[in-house]
């Protein structure tokens, strides 16, 4: 199979990329915001790589045409909370016109998978469900995720082709790109502080491993059992949600190293919803996907070969 994936240099994306390049031929679109190529020059030899911008439609279009991908993967967003706020002209133009560019010219037939987000659904305790629990998101990038999500059924009724709108939810695991929650911890404490500067620590969310994500993302793009102009969306999570606390206290055992916890008031959010699960029923039963990596294992893993950004070792080193 041909298979496109946007913002494959990316956190999921690499993940996903290295999971499919020796079955598959792989074309990564990715604009290198970050400016750092993170494949290394062996996988370079298995895929083809195009640094593009989807926000210019003309050169998405060209990738698009020359490569005939029989699916596509949309990765490809900008993530971080905090940066969508500062910046939500930005996040509009990447998260929403960039994806209507992708599927303005996606070829008939070909499989869509849009990464969404579980930021669109409206507050409330109990687990996400696909088509009952409400939408209402709670932030620029929540609007932006869902807004994306309209274009896609649009655009799949309109081109006639197959696809599935996978509300991802918090992924974690070695090679974070944005200075979520986890990266922040492991950053201070690799650096050598033993007082972690933190936000709230009370909101519980559904924690996924980069590993287990990029294997839902593979399940959905090669399941056949969706129709052209069929739109199935589906949560990308584990069903069950920790707090921050929870999450310092496994890690405790782990590093071995005794920390204390500051609350900085600079961190703390003013929209930041106490509880964000999924419920995994749907996409088990539709792809036979079910998470595989527990919680611990993920934190050994980023505790002993974090990958974390340059730019957040620098902060915490200074």
């Keep these: 199979?041909?298979?496109?994936?946007?913002?494959?240099?990316?956190?999921?994306?690499?993940?996903?990329?290295?999971?499919?390049?020796h079955t598959h031929q792989v074309c990564v679109l990715d604009n290198l915001r970050y400016g750092t190529m993170r494949f290394t020059a062996e996988e370079l030899t298995h895929l083809r790589f195009e640094q593009v911008d989807l926000r210019d439609r003309a050169a998405t279009a060209a990738v698009v045409y020359d490569f005939e991908p029989e699916i596509i993967i949309h990765l490809a967003a900008i993530h971080f909370i905090p940066e969508c706020e500062n910046d939500p002209a930005l996040a509009i133009a990447t998260n929403v016109l960039g994806t209507i560019h992708l599927l303005s010219v996606c070829p008939v037939e070909c499989r869509f998978v849009f990464a969404s987000s579980g930021a669109v659904y409206q507050p409330e305790e109990s687990p996400h469900v696909e088509d009952s629990s409400p939408l209402q998101p709670s932030d620029i990038y929540g609007h932006t995720k869902l807004q994306g999500e309209i274009y896609v059924r649009y655009f799949a009724a309109k081109r006639d082709f197959p696809a599935v709108v996978t509300r991802l939810f918090n992924v974690i695991g070695p090679g974070e790109t944005n200075p979520h929650i986890l990266?922040?911890?492991?950053?201070?404490?690799?650096?050598?502080?033993?007082?972690?500067?933190?936000?709230?620590?009370?909101?519980?969310?559904?924690?996924?491993?980069v590993s287990d994500a990029a294997a839902g993302f593979a399940k959905v793009a090669l399941c056949s059992n969706i129709h052209p102009g069929e739109v199935v969306t589906v949560n990308l999570g584990t069903q069950t949600a920790y707090s921050v606390t929870e999450l310092l206290a496994a890690l405790r055992p782990i590093t071995a190293v005794d920390f204390q916890v500051q609350t900085d008031n600079a961190r703390l959010r003013q929209s930041d919803r106490p509880v964000l699960i999924a419920d995994r029923t749907k996409i088990a039963r539709l792809f036979n996907w079910q998470p595989q990596v527990p919680l611990t294992a993920t934190l050994q893993a980023m505790w002993v070969n974090p990958d974390l950004p340059l730019s957040l070792i620098q902060k915490y080193s200074e």
Excluded: F, S, W
């Excluded at 298979?3 to 994306?13: E, R």
């Excluded at 950053?187 to 936000?199: D, E, N, S």
């Design 1 to 21: 199979m041909r298979i496109l994936v946007t913002g494959g240099n990316g956190y999921v994306g690499r993940v996903l990329c290295r999971q499919l390049i």
């Design 183 to 209: 990266p922040e911890i492991i950053a201070q404490l690799k650096t050598g502080h033993a007082t972690l500067h933190l936000g709230n620590l009370t909101p519980k969310r559904d924690y996924i491993d």
